[in-house]
């Protein structure tokens, strides 16, 4: 009997420690002094963004407003900063809820939740006139959202390899994004090994910068990331973004979209169903590119923007 008993409590420890491991890790909080730029309190939580090129939103010039994905905070665009700026750009970029130093509020993450972080951080910043928005994978999807909601908001929509197309999710993202509590406990099981293989898998690649693997394995250490992403996962990344498109067309808002032909998570099929949906949508497509082009190819995307 006793023997029983302690294989149902060891039984109950393995099944409770992925979730007893992300409660030991810090809150991003712990981090704050780290981060570079600064905080605005926003009606969600806490959320850290950055100013480069002329820094104060009433000073004349172009706004850029850079949206990053679904696992890569905003340093991911340290790269392409330099060569927008350089170009006459004053450029925002933010880290989304749940990523790099904002705060990581539960609950749903789909395009209304992010739509709102955007609005408010815009109206924190005095932005009222267009701005020209910039978003990447996940960012894309947020960046058609809003854009189909505030069209005189922006000026130019500007997509690289974006996310709402339809592509589809892999056997074990599927399976995480499902409802339920085994599904959150296979993302804290499985996730963290999955996404530290695909992150080195990007040391091989001499185009990728050691701070971008560094800072994204940095991220599996806060508490709330993998709930963020899985949020995500199940929210914005589950919805289809054809009847936004379609408002964005007929809006008349022009539309760039920069897709990598070897792209492996968005794969270069999405450019086929965003003609069929805004059929005056520019294409620029990069040969070499992988799904990591903002950073691996950023003189080529500041060009075609």
Request: aromatic share 8%; no cysteine.
């Amino acid at each position: 009997m006793i023997w029983a008993l302690l294989l149902i409590g060891v039984m109950v420890l393995g099944l409770a420690e992925p979730f007893l491991r992300e409660l030991r890790k810090p809150s991003v909080r712990a981090f704050e002094d780290e981060a570079p730029g600064a905080f605005a309190e926003l009606s969600a939580g806490r959320v850290h963004y950055r100013w480069s090129g002329q820094a104060v939103a009433s000073v004349d010039g172009p706004v850029m407003v850079l949206v990053h994905g679904l696992t890569t905070p905003s340093f991911m665009w340290d790269a392409l900063e330099a060569p927008l700026v350089a170009k006459g750009y004053r450029v925002l970029r933010y880290d989304l809820y749940g990523r790099g130093y904002s705060d990581r509020p539960r609950g749903a993450q789909d395009a209304a939740f992010f739509v709102t972080q955007l609005e408010e951080l815009l109206a924190h910043e005095g932005i009222t006139g267009p701005v020209t928005l910039v978003g990447y994978s996940m960012g894309g999807a947020i960046g058609t959202a809003f854009a189909a909601k505030h069209p005189v908001k922006v000026s130019r929509l500007v997509l690289l390899a974006p996310a709402g197309m339809g592509h589809a999710l892999g056997a074990a993202e599927r399976l995480v994004a499902l409802p339920g509590l085994v599904a959150e406990w296979l993302m804290l099981w499985m996730f963290p090994a999955r996404f530290r293989a695909g992150v080195n898998a990007e040391r091989d690649d001499p185009r990728v910068p050691d701070a971008v693997v560094a800072g994204q394995l940095a991220q599996l250490q806060r508490r709330g990331y993998l709930r963020s992403v899985l949020e995500s996962l199940r929210g914005i990344l589950s919805e289809d973004r054809a009847a936004e498109h379609r408002a964005i067309a007929a809006a008349g808002l022009p539309v760039l979209a920069v897709w990598g032909q070897v792209d492996e998570t968005i794969p270069i099929a999405a450019k086929a169903v965003l003609e069929q949906w805004n059929g005056a949508a520019e294409h620029v497509v990069l040969g070499d590119a992988g799904h990591a082009l903002p950073y691996t190819h950023a003189a080529e995307v500041a060009d075609a923007i």
